[in-house]
């Protein structure tokens, strides 16, 4: 029997389910977009899944189920003319393997906890083969981005409260926990809808219940076969769950959900002359110190009694002070007596530096940064491995957390294809300096798992010779709580972070990411492009003004080099773009997922801007 066979004989079945169930949900989600999913592989195979572009309604679903075999319905839920207005918030609480149905249900019970706090409540839908999903009315209908900051907050505190039970990040594995998503609340992306059918033999339904059934009813008992006897005893307990709480609005909740203001930058090792040093000097020009100190006045960085002698004193003993302890300095000193960032020189002006700034750190991202300052001062270890975990699953590793006696703290493996590794975690609590680094404990299991790298993290360590050391001679990379901070607001990967785990600490590495970031080849790449753009399009302005396509030039190589070389001097810069440079400008112009460009002929010599550079 092929697939599609095997989808028609399940037809009946599943056509007369929806005959009874679909006014159910077009009660419920009139109007809404649907996105059904079917089995063309048949049942065992990834579902496939597409927008059937007509409102919800009963007679839309039933016509998808016998035109296209769909089995499940899923949707967003948004207001029905305006697709970015959330009828509901929906948490989805997913059971990775290892994870107990028991465990999903305290988990729910414990997001409902807080739920209560911010003055709501939810309506628990079992998910039909595991986990379930908790959708929160809103009578206001929030936007999405709103809906989703709020979610990622809450779900933050659920974490911090219960780090052993749940945990926000996808690719945290094998350690038992239930995990919390919220990305769902958007546009365009979708969940299993109350009452859909799952693609299993045994057709189960997706089954909302009161919490008062959460240890009772359980994901699978309840199916296509099964329905209309819960459905008579019970009614449609979501329009009457949805009903109760039509009350609920989402601007209350916010008012209700205190969130305590993001952590302000811990105030770092070196002393505050040499921090507001590094500020001013990161755009990589060279100052005397007289020129540091008039900056740092002007942006408020130093007291205003600071004088210019102790700004030069200070940072010539801390590049000294780091030097001694084997350390790599921040700032170095130029044979002038002037100061430098110590990173490859750049005067490359600032030509976009909106584009270039840094990103806002979202409400997940915080919350995570929150509970690794919490727990590395606290006296839960294991609290301080999960996130220290979780903070790795975030930068994209699939972070294992395992614990206990006889075993590491965890392993993070890099999702990086054939460029992977695997990176041991040893993580140590304590307020201020780690006592007792125990570096040796961070390598001994390498072996065994098969890793590349050795990590060392805990609040602070002390920056001695002895430590730098023992850290080379054990090949430990060691973390602080402040460098994962910096590369999880900074939105770090995999990749970027391999030169990190090099033996000795981190935040030396650090420097030079930070640095890359901000004045790396892909700046210097997305500056040349804008510049092409510009010069190309002026050209081809001042040709069509003057004889058209027959006197216009050929915008080569060459002749953008010399164009973008010419806006770099008008800018004030020593330094000239690169042949390799201008082509990946032109490779990334005549992209078509760009569209800004085009190759003026098939020897790919030139090119054509199609449109002006964007104000």
């Not at 609005?249 to 930058?265: H, K, N, T």
């Not at 069509?544 to 050929?554: C, M, S, V």
Request: proline share 7%; charged share 20%; glycine share 6%.
């Amino acid at each position: 029997m092929g697939v599609w066979e095997l989808d028609k004989a399940l037809e009946p079945p599943i056509l007369a389910y929806y005959d009874k169930v679909a006014p159910l949900i077009e009660h419920s989600f009139a109007g809404a977009p649907i996105v059904y999913g079917n089995y063309p592989s048949g049942f065992g195979h990834p579902a496939h899944f597409r927008v059937l572009g007509v409102p919800l309604s009963a007679r839309a679903l039933l016509w998808a189920c016998h035109r296209y075999y769909a089995v499940e319905f899923h949707t967003w839920a948004p207001l029905p003319h305006d697709e970015d207005r959330l009828r509901f918030a929906r948490i989805l609480i997913e059971a990775p393997q290892g994870t107990t149905a028991d465990t999903v249900c305290e988990a729910a019970s414990a997001v409902r906890a807080a739920l209560a706090d911010a003055g709501v409540d939810a309506i628990p839908l079992l998910g039909g083969i595991t986990g379930m999903a908790l959708w929160v009315p809103f009578a206001d209908a929030p936007h999405a981005e709103a809906a989703r900051a709020w979610l990622h907050r809450l779900c933050g505190r659920v974490v911090a409260k219960q780090p052993r039970l749940v945990s926000t990040e996808p690719n945290s594995h094998a350690d038992g926990r239930a995990h919390l998503h919220v990305s769902s609340n958007a546009p365009g992306r979708f969940s299993a809808l109350p009452y859909s059918l799952r693609g299993t033999p045994s057709l189960p339904v997706c089954t909302p219940i009161e919490w008062k059934e959460l240890a009772t009813v359980h994901n699978g008992s309840v199916t296509a076969a099964s329905f209309a006897e819960r459905l008579a005893a019970r009614g449609d307990v979501f329009a009457h769950q949805a009903q109760r709480l039509s009350h609920q609005r989402f601007a209350a909740a916010q008012e209700r959900l205190i969130v305590a203001a993001p952590a302000s930058a811990p105030s770092q090792a070196h002393g505050h002359i040499t921090t507001a040093a590094i500020q001013i000097l990161g755009d990589g020009k060279v100052r005397s110190a007289d020129e540091i100190l008039a900056a740092a006045l002007e942006r408020q960085l130093v007291p205003p009694n600071t004088n210019k002698k102790y700004v030069y004193t200070a940072l010539i003993e801390y590049i000294a002070r780091q030097l001694g302890h084997g350390r790599k300095p921040a700032i170095v000193q130029t044979p002038d007596r002037r100061f430098r960032i110590n990173e490859p020189p750049d005067d490359w002006p600032d030509l976009n530096p909106q584009a270039h700034a840094r990103r806002a750190v979202d409400a997940q991202t915080q919350s995570l940064i929150d509970r690794l300052d919490t727990t590395a001062a606290g006296d839960d270890p294991t609290a301080f491995e999960l996130a220290v975990c979780d903070a790795f699953a975030h930068l994209g590793f699939a972070a294992t957390h395992l614990g206990g006696n006889k075993a590491p703290d965890g392993y993070a493996d890099a999702q990086l294809g054939v460029l992977g590794y695997r990176v041991m975690l040893e993580c140590k609590t304590g307020k201020g300096v780690v006592n007792n680094p125990d570096v040796p404990e961070a390598a001994k299991y390498q072996s065994d798992y098969h890793a590349g790298y050795c990590a060392l993290v805990g609040h602070a360590f002390s920056e001695d010779v002895e430590l730098q050391s023992e850290l080379r001679a054990h090949g430990v990379a060691a973390f602080t709580v402040e460098d994962l901070r910096t590369l999880l607001a900074l939105g770090a990967n995999a990749h970027e972070m391999r030169p990190l785990f090099a033996p000795g600490f981190a935040s030396d590495a650090l420097a030079d990411l930070l640095w890359n970031r901000a004045h790396g080849e892909s700046k210097r790449v997305a500056d040349v492009a804008a510049l092409v753009r510009q010069a190309g399009w002026s050209a081809q302005l001042t040709a069509a003004a003057e004889g058209g396509p027959a006197n216009a030039p050929h915008f080569t190589e060459d002749a953008a080099m010399i164009a973008v070389d010419q806006c770099l001097r008008s800018a004030g810069s020593a330094q000239a773009c690169t042949r390799s440079e201008v082509r990946l400008a032109f490779d990334y112009l005549t992209n078509p997922l760009t569209g800004a460009a085009i190759w003026a002929d098939d020897a790919r010599t030139a090119i054509v801007i199609l449109s002006p550079p964007e104000s």
